[in-house]
């Protein structure tokens, strides 16, 4: 079965650290470019960053650049996300998602997250 | 960066048809993917590229785009898709799937 399950996240105090990670099991983990969504609570979904299969392209929000560090171990069959002076507008779910791009040998039909984990919690409060 | 925008709220009558729109410059471009997402779950795709659903998703849903416009329509709506919608799109850069529209709420009467 195809899976992502997230794990690290917990209460931290303004200005903490927390490092996520993303557990894949089911599929080639290192064929993929992965990716962290967050929602605060009762918000709609924000992309906070990307990485490329070999950790070649990394992208980031503007409102994490900085002070977020996405990583990835193809041996581990893991995604992690290092979130260093956290805010209290980083209260979030945080979810793993897995980057498909739907191509044939000879054109594209459109990409997606599709494969989701279950999040994981994370609250910045004093 | 760029911006995608849904109507914040839907309702449509059991068994009918409803239209959920995604307005944003970067869909003259590119694709809009489409998530469902019930309270207390993670997000699931139901309609990716041009009009493609993943398998287990029903063929009640659809997807269709003109001109910055794209729209997920629900053909014979049931009480289960009550949900919250969510579009997604490359940003300006085109380098990667970094913006969310503002999510619908469907509400299933």
């Known amino acids: 079965e195809v899976q992502l399950v997230e794990s690290g996240g917990g209460l931290v105090k303004p200005g903490g650290s927390l490092r996520l990670s993303c557990a894949a099991s089911?599929?080639?983990?290192?064929?993929?470019?992965m990716n962290w969504v967050r929602q605060a609570p009762g918000k709609g979904l924000e992309w906070v960053s990307s990485i490329s299969s070999s950790s070649s392209y990394i992208y980031y929000a503007d409102s994490v650049k900085g002070r977020f560090t996405i990583s990835r171990d193809n041996a581990k069959n893991s995604l992690y996300l290092q979130m260093n002076s956290l805010r209290a507008e980083d209260t979030a779910v945080y979810y793993c998602?897995?980057?498909?791009?739907?191509?044939?040998?000879?054109?594209?039909?459109?990409?997606?997250?599709?494969?989701w984990g279950q999040g994981t919690m994370v609250t910045v409060s004093s | 960066s760029s911006e995608l925008t849904q109507d914040p709220a839907v309702s449509v009558a059991l068994g009918q048809t409803v239209r959920i729109t995604c307005q944003g410059d970067s869909l003259r471009s590119y694709y809009a993917s489409w998530y469902q997402q019930k309270p207390g779950q993670a997000p699931v795709l139901v309609i990716y590229?041009?009009?493609n659903r993943p398998s287990g998703i029903p063929d009640r849903f659809s997807g269709s785009s003109s001109g910055n416009t794209a729209s997920l329509t629900i053909t014979g709506a049931q009480a289960e898709d009550e949900a919250d919608y969510y579009c997604n799109s490359r940003d300006s850069s085109g380098n990667h799937l970094g913006v969310f529209g503002g999510g619908t709420k469907l509400t299933v009467l």
């Open positions: 590229g041009k009009n």
């Open positions: 998602a897995r980057y498909q791009q739907y191509c044939s040998s000879t054109s594209c039909n459109g990409d997606a997250f599709d494969i």
């Open positions: 089911g599929f080639t983990f290192s064929s993929y470019s």
